[in-house]
């Protein structure tokens, strides 16, 4: 079964500043997707990047990006210019390449962009 | 517009009372799923559908059932709900198989109280 842990429940850092929410999973596959996701206060599940393992490259969509580490089993979020909208909780996810499309879900990471 | 749409979005009821939470999406995927979210433990899969009348338990099935009886909807039963059911349900679809990655689409969540 793969578990996925978020150690920090909460931060907060001043807006256009940079913050990095940190993610690590285990696993046994070797093939697999990872996710972060965004809940604002609308309760809205909202994707926000994927990587898939078997690509190098890290994912980077606009101000956000992530460092893929698949030999450590590290998938963090960077988000850069941080903005008043981004305040909200992040969810880190795992799913599998095949079989149930479950996704495994960190506890989250509660950020608050102070304005 | 591509959407997840669930029923009601919010529900206080008692302890006993059958309900049904319902779930249906308009991009003809093959793959649904039900998720629960509780503080500190993330979501957590209730229930899969693979396609019409293929279903099967995720991690935390006790208390719940479902049906597939269309490929657009997939309904969650409460038989006899109970206070430890309280919780914050989403239904997720996503295009099968994984192949490229396809992200799930979450609904806007429902909010169960039950007393």
């Known amino acids: 079964a793969q578990t996925v842990t978020q150690s920090q429940p909460e931060m907060s850092v001043q807006e256009a500043e940079t913050v990095t929410l940190s993610c690590t999973y285990d696993t046994s596959e070797n093939n697999y997707y990872l996710f972060w996701y965004k809940q604002p206060p609308s309760r809205q599940m909202i994707l926000v990047i994927r990587q898939e393992a078997y690509k190098q490259q890290n994912a980077t969509e606009n101000r956000f990006s992530v460092n893929f580490q698949k030999a450590a089993k590290s998938f963090s979020l960077k988000i850069s210019d941080s903005q008043l909208g981004d305040t909200a909780m992040y969810f880190c996810a795992f799913r599998p390449y095949f079989g149930n499309e479950k996704l495994t879900f960190g506890t989250g990471t509660r950020l608050t962009i102070i304005p | 517009e591509a959407q997840v749409t669930q029923n009601p979005r919010y529900l206080i009821t008692v302890t006993g009372k059958k309900l049904t939470v319902t779930c249906s999406q308009n991009m003809n995927h093959e793959y649904m799923s039900w998720y629960r979210q509780d503080p500190g433990l993330g979501l957590r899969q209730i229930y899969y559908?693979?396609?019409?009348?293929?279903?099967d338990k995720g991690d935390v099935p006790e208390g719940y059932k479902v049906s597939r009886k269309e490929k657009r909807n997939f309904p969650l039963i409460l038989e006899s709900p109970s206070p430890n059911q309280t919780s914050l349900y989403f239904c997720?679809?996503?295009?099968?198989?994984?192949?490229?990655?396809?992200?799930?689409?979450f609904g806007d969540g429902t909010r169960l109280s039950i007393l």
């Open positions: 559908s693979m396609n019409v009348e293929v279903t």
């Open positions: 997720a679809s996503s295009q099968t198989p994984t192949g490229p990655g396809q992200p799930q689409h």
